[in-house]
């Protein structure tokens, strides 16, 4: 299963982008839905994974971040600041776990 369908099963409302742009675009339209970006490290378009989390970190704070990679690993200074990192491969439940960890976590602060 892709990680949009694993999080949807788990009861997660999913909007997907193709790539970075499309990404800000569905945030500019919907920024008060979403509450996590997950993305990778490598894709398609004007940015990468970790500009595109600078990106959303400066203009919606509040989203929590979550970037993957079965290549890059990034350094935690890279990465916006409560932004996590998850590498590849990893199972679907990891991924839910890890997701609902950081919204658990971001409740209690």
């Known amino acids: 299963m892709t990680a949009a369908d694993e999080l949807e099963e788990?009861?997660?409302?999913?909007?997907?982008?193709t790539n970075a742009d499309e990404a800000l675009k569905v945030l500019e339209?919907?920024?008060?839905?979403?509450q996590v970006l997950f993305t990778d490290?490598?894709?398609?378009g004007s940015?990468?994974?970790i500009a595109l989390a600078e990106r959303v970190y400066e203009?919606?704070?509040?989203?929590?971040?979550?970037?993957s990679s079965g290549y890059a690993r990034p350094r935690p200074e890279?990465?916006?600041?409560h932004g996590h990192f998850m590498p590849k491969p990893y199972c679907?439940?990891?991924?839910?776990?890890?997701?609902?960890?950081?919204?658990?976590?971001?409740?209690?602060?």
């Open 78 to 81: 890279e990465i916006p600041d």
């Open 47 to 49: 940015m990468d994974g």
């Open 29 to 34: 339209a919907r920024s008060d839905e979403v």
């Open 10 to 17: 788990a009861g997660f409302q999913v909007l997907e982008a």
């Open 41 to 44: 490290v490598n894709m398609p």
């Open 92 to 109: 679907g439940a990891t991924l839910v776990r890890h997701i609902m960890e950081m919204m658990q976590t971001q409740r209690g602060s």
């Open 59 to 67: 203009r919606w704070p509040r989203v929590l971040l979550l970037i």
